[in-house]
């Protein structure tokens, strides 16, 4: 079975300083990852996916993540926060058979001026 | 529209009543999947469809749920006898390919918010 986990459930940063988000991952296959965001009120949207080609994934708005299979890690990244960047950001994996999306319980991040 | 559309937006419905909720794909999109998210969790997946074929109902939670895509677009979820443990966030996603291994980016919906009461 696959699952992922987000190791914090808050992260807190000043515009203008980095931002990490922390995912852990267990699958039986070489997994398919992705990253989505979520900002009140708005749909769930696509901010990168890994699918087995380069371990660094850039993604939109200036994110990426970085698979990494000896640590089973998929952690997300910005150089620096923007204001707009506050939403909800969730972790996931996708069942090997059927594409079904497996979710994270979600990171809440607060950007402050 | 070029997005997947979900209506109603808002649904308040009284304990024990039956409720529809529907999901506008984007068009020409073989797959087509639901997700419930509880307040304050991610979303958990209910069922899935290739075009009309339901072939994952795995996380549907009981019997009351039911779900079709009869012409392999639209696609309704039912929810009778409905209970206050049914309130949540339904969303919709809809993608191109009807392919496994994640290939297929998934389009979510805005989602229908159903409150119990």
């Known amino acids: 079975a696959q699952s992922v986990t987000q190791l914090d459930s808050h992260v807190s940063v000043s515009e203008g300083t980095p931002v990490l988000l922390r995912c852990n991952y267990s699958s039986s296959y070489s997994p398919s990852l992705f990253w989505y965001v979520q900002h009140p009120n708005k749909g769930l949207q696509l901010l990168l996916k890994?699918?087995?080609?380069?371990?660094l994934v850039k993604g939109i708005n200036g994110f990426e993540a970085e698979f990494k299979k000896s640590e089973t890690s998929f952690h997300l990244t910005k150089p620096s926060a923007h204001m707009s960047d506050a939403a909800e950001y969730f972790c996931?994996?996708?069942?090997?058979?059927?594409?079904?999306?497996?979710f994270g319980t979600g990171t809440r991040l607060q950007v402050f001026p | 529209g070029a997005g997947v559309s979900q209506s109603p937006r808002y649904k308040v419905a009284k304990r024990g009543q039956d409720v529809a909720l529907r999901c506008d794909p984007i068009s020409g999109h073989v797959s087509l999947f639901w997700y419930q998210q509880a307040l304050g969790q991610g979303p958990e997946f209910l069922t899935y469809?290739?075009?009309?074929?339901?072939?994952?109902k795995s996380g549907l939670p009981s019997d009351r749920f039911f779900a079709e895509r009869p012409e392999g677009s639209v696609s309704t979820l039912k929810i009778q006898r409905t209970q206050q443990e049914d309130s949540a966030v339904y969303l919709c996603?809809?993608?191109?390919?009807?392919?496994?291994?994640?290939?297929?980016?998934?389009?979510f919906g805005p989602g229908t918010r159903l409150t119990v009461l």
């Open positions: 469809f290739q075009n009309e074929a339901q072939l994952d």
């Open positions: 890994y699918t087995s080609a380069a371990t």
């Open positions: 996931v994996v996708s069942d090997y058979n059927t594409d079904k999306l497996i």
């Open positions: 996603a809809s993608s191109l390919l009807g392919l496994a291994g994640g290939w297929g980016e998934q389009f």
